[in-house]
């Protein structure tokens, strides 16, 4: 029987993927328009949102900024999440960019030796998360045109990560030791001596290379979305959930089943449903899981520094669980008024321009409060000492 299932190994991605050409033949019109329109929200969205901070981080850690942050930050992320301080660093610049840098940023750590491969897993589940320019400008003001949307969903999405933290931090995870040495030594220790203009040069093209992987697998799975959508998957799938009361089931279900697969094609879906506790719930689910598109991206950086891809898919699924449950709970209390957004930062000629400036200030804005906390944890662990 295990050397059936190991020899089946060898055939069934061969024939998957020759069934996938041929389909590619019989539709090609339909597979086209796919593609263009992920390369589209690829370039209007993902590149502009996400060039400024895998740039700025590159610069950062080949300066050795993030080391001398991880040294402030121990005494926070040693308490509360059992990892290094220079976990504080990936935590910010995943929340604040969007996937797939929390990942990215994690395999650095870990290639750098500033993290052990198990507690980079934790740390990836943690960060590698939605930026705030997904959730506020495409969902809330682009889907909803409902900036109350936004807000709520990047709650329960935030919420759920540190909660999700914290929790495999006491049940998934030893204790981490202190970095040792003086922040002088354990920032020339990280520092490399090049000039700074080949620490530019450097940082923007693996920037560009990483950018660029994000693309293809975006276009390849908008593709894959729509073959299986050509095939009635999505549809078969939801004729088997019962109705809910004052709610499209089906859509629900599909939508749900898309997002899985492809995170922006299922919250696009699930947004035709309108505003309700079970809608944003699956919604909330969808982000936070991030589908199998983000997780392709996600496993290409962790696998090359022997970070366990299945437990990091696990507690992206814990984080999906989470953020339903607190989204369904708190939508009564939290959920949002419907409004008319104030703006819609996706539907513009010049969506590219005004989305590198904002996520622009928003990695400055980040790094600048991040050395701000961590100024403030090395005041308190002096007064304390």
């Known amino acids: 029987m295990r050397r059936f299932v190991r020899d089946s190994k060898n055939y069934i991605i061969p024939v998957a993927v020759a069934f996938f050409n041929v389909l590619l033949l019989l539709f090609p019109g339909d597979i086209v328009e796919a593609a263009r329109a992920g390369l589209m929200m690829w370039f209007n969205n993902v590149l502009p949102a996400l060039l400024p901070f895998i740039v700025g981080t590159n610069i950062l850690a080949a300066t050795g900024f993030v080391a001398y942050l991880g040294k402030l930050l121990d005494p926070l992320m040693l308490s509360l999440f059992r990892l290094p301080g220079a976990g504080g660093f990936a935590l910010v610049t995943g ?3 969007g996937y797939p840098v929390g990942a990215k940023t994690a395999a650095a ?16 589940a943690l960060c590698n998360n939605a930026g705030p320019l997904f959730m506020l400008g495409a969902v809330g003001a682009g889907l909803f045109a409902d900036a109350g949307v936004g807000y709520f969903i990047m709650f329960a999405h935030y919420a759920s990560a540190l909660v999700v933290g914290l929790v495999l931090a006491r049940f998934a995870g030893g204790a981490a030791r202190k970095d040792g040495g003086t922040l002088a030594q354990i920032v020339r220790e990280a520092r490399r001596p090049r000039p700074f203009g080949e620490v530019l040069g450097t940082s923007v093209k693996n920037a ?4 660029a992987v994000v693309g293809g697998y975006i276009v390849l799975f908008a593709v894959i979305v729509r073959i299986l959508d050509i095939l009635g998957l999505f549809e078969a799938l939801s004729l088997l959930v019962r109705p809910l009361a004052g709610v499209d089931s089906a859509l629900l279900f599909s939508g749900t089943a898309v997002g899985v697969v492809e995170m922006t094609n299922g919250a696009w879906r699930l947004s035709e449903g309108g505003v309700s506790a079970y809608s944003l719930a699956a919604l909330t689910f ?3 899981f991030g589908g199998f598109s983000i997780h392709a991206q996600s496993v290409s950086f962790l696998a090359k520094c022997g970070v366990s891809s299945v437990k990091y898919m696990l507690g992206k699924l814990l984080h999906g669980v989470v953020s339903a449950v ?17 703006s819609v930062l996706f539907r513009h000629d010049a969506a590219v321009i005004r989305v590198l400036g904002y996520s622009s200030v928003l990695f400055a804005v980040s790094v600048t409060c991040l050395v701000l906390l961590a100024l403030i944890c090395r005041m308190l662990v002096k007064r304390r000492y």
């Open 95 to 97: 929340m604040m960019s």
């Open 109 to 124: 750590l870990v290639g750098n030796g500033q993290i052990s491969p198990g507690q980079g897993w934790r740390l990836a």
């Open 208 to 211: 560009l290379e990483t950018v």
């Open 286 to 288: 969808v982000i936070s």
């Open 326 to 342: 607190i989204a369904f709970a708190a939508f009564d209390i939290l959920g949002p008024a419907p409004r008319e957004a104030a």
